[in-house]
């Protein structure tokens, strides 16, 4: 899970991590005076909040000298499709926007935490020279670029922090900010199980105070179970569908193509995908039921796959393991009969009393195909979204 900017610096402010004042965000330019006043005296930076790096370059971020300019930005960038060189073509829909004190910035350095798997442990990746993109950085100039494991459960060392804040340039006035706040972002990074905390760029502000002027946190999705505040919160990437799904615990991620996929189990779920696309067609969504679907889940998978307008034809491809084909053909009846089923339906089962399912699918009278194998499945979809279109 990824949190937007200021949910990344609120978590630095609980944990005494210098951060600029801000005046919080904003949905509205109606919002705007309220927080300019909040974040105190201009300049403004106003920053579009959105799971993407490089928005300074993209227009993502404005500063703004006068309440006017900061309309005028605000009015512009809320609503805005945000073409980074992270986001892909079709950008993303910045719905919030942050507004910050402007700092005035003397250098710029970078600051991160990862979970380096050969290490087996977080490392930190810092640099005198912040700002631009690390990746750019590792590149050209490697040689810039310091590295310093932590041990997971002593967190970072005094004398590490140190040794880190003289190799990146800093005085000693500076390293002796540097040391509790590189100590407290490893101890974010732990605490919330994150495997990434980036501060980019980490500034030296002109009257020579530390302060983290972005913040990224990614954490991992596995341990939210223990992440009970991580948990409750909405995903900003999912779609509305994609919440949908997880509360009825399916796994949903939803596509370009015109073919819509159910299938029991990730693996083959990913085959099916493949098979859809080998046959020349392409899948409007990866569904998942999981492998002790009821007939109540695979009637919410129905719902869910019919929500998307680009569905032309449904493929449903369930291997009968420890579930019984029979369960499921009459999870796809009672499903059939309770979702209006406006396209067309192929079925391909396979497993436990897969003669059983395939019988009682026949004599439901229900409108389908069936398909014997999952290379006859997938051509069968294919002609039949291909015939609807
Ligand atoms: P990113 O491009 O998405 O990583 O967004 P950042 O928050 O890192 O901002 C990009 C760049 O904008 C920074 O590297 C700064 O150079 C500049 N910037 C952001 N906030 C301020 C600010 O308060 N004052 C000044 N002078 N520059 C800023
Ligand atoms: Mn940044």
């Not at 991590?17 to 919002?31: D, F, S």
């Not at 250098?107 to 750019?136: Q, T």
């Not at 003289?166 to 500076?174: I, R, V, W, Y």
């Not at 396209?343 to 497993?351: D, I, K, N």
């Amino acid at each position: 899970m990824k949190l937007l900017e200021f949910e990344a610096k609120d978590v630095f402010r609980k944990y005494g991590i210098a951060v600029p004042p801000t005046g919080g965000v904003i949905e509205k330019t109606a919002q705007l005076p309220a927080a300019l006043k909040r974040a105190g005296k201009g300049p403004w930076v106003l920053k579009a909040q959105v799971l993407a790096g490089g928005r300074g370059k993209a227009g993502g971020v404005k500063i703004a000298k006068t309440p006017k300019d900061a309309k005028e930005y605000a009015e512009k960038m809320i609503g805005m499709k945000l073409v980074t060189h992270q986001t892909g073509g079709k950008g993303l829909l910045v719905k919030q926007v942050l507004v910050d004190k402007a700092s005035n910035i003397a250098r710029e350095l970078y600051f991160s935490v990862v979970l380096d798997r050969k290490e087996g442990r977080p490392v930190i990746i810092a640099s005198a020279e912040g700002g631009m993109e690390i990746e750019e950085l590792a590149h050209t100039r490697p040689e810039a670029i310091l590295k310093e494991p932590v041990d997971p459960v002593r967190g970072l060392e005094p004398y590490q922090a140190r040794k880190l804040g003289f190799a990146m340039g800093l005085s000693a006035d500076l390293v002796s900010q540097f040391v509790p706040m590189a100590t407290k972002l490893v101890k974010v990074f732990l605490d919330l199980d994150a495997n990434l905390v980036e501060v980019n760029p980490l500034i030296v502000t002109d009257k020579g105070q530390l302060v983290a002027l972005d913040g990224k946190v990614a954490t991992d999705d596995n341990a939210l179970f223990r992440q009970k505040d991580l948990a409750s919160r909405p995903d900003p990437e999912a779609s509305p569908v994609e919440r949908q799904a997880k509360k009825v615990g399916i796994s949903y991620v939803g596509l370009d193509g015109n073919i819509g996929c159910m299938v029991n189990g990730a693996g083959l779920a990913m085959a099916t995908m493949d098979t859809v696309a080998l046959a020349g067609g392409s899948p409007a969504n990866f569904l998942d039921v999981g492998g002790g679907a009821n007939a109540q889940q695979v009637t919410s998978a129905f719902q869910i796959i019919l929500k998307d307008p680009k569905v032309k034809a449904v493929l449903v491809n369930i291997f009968g393991g420890i579930m019984r084909c029979d369960t499921i053909a009459e999870g796809v009846l009672a499903a059939a009969k309770k979702v209006k089923l406006n396209v067309p339906l192929v079925v391909r089962l396979e497993g436990t009393r897969v003669q059983e399912g395939k019988d009682l699918l026949k004599r439901s009278g229900l409108k389908m195909t069936l398909a014997d194998s999952l290379w006859d499945a997938a051509q069968k979809a294919v002609a039949a979204a291909g015939s609807v279109a």
